[in-house]
């Protein structure tokens, strides 16, 4: 594995203590009955949603990133797929939490749109690692 893709690998390692950190929140949320959580079903359903989003998302990443330098893609395109592969597991959960962030939110604010734009970056970067791997 590159430098570039170990590197890239820990930061999202990193990553997983605030995963598992949301969880906790998220679990206490339930148990103390917090205002705004269990009565407020758009916010509760995106909280979790952001939730797994992050969990799965830095999996699929940590599991790319093994297969970035096994692709016949130039540095450049490397580094803006290993780019693009992780930013899905910040983009994505921070759309789904910051768009309602207040407990009285019962429709997402524009913010939202970060979660359009985490997928896009997925979509993009796992479409060119496939394309890097199937030309390798």
Known sequence: MSPSSLSTAGVLLITVPLVAFGGVSLLSFLMKNVPGYLDNPVRRGLWRAGHAHAGVLVLFGLV??????????????KALTRTLIVAAPILMPLGFF??????????????????????????VGTLTLGVGLVTA
Do not use: F, H, N
């Open 98 to 123: 910051l768009s309602v962030v207040r407990p009285a939110d019962t429709k997402p604010s524009k913010l939202i749109w970060l979660t359009v734009a985490g997928g896009v970056c997925l979509a």
């Open 64 to 77: 790319a990133m093994l297969y970035v330098d096994q692709t016949g893609l130039s540095e450049g395109m």
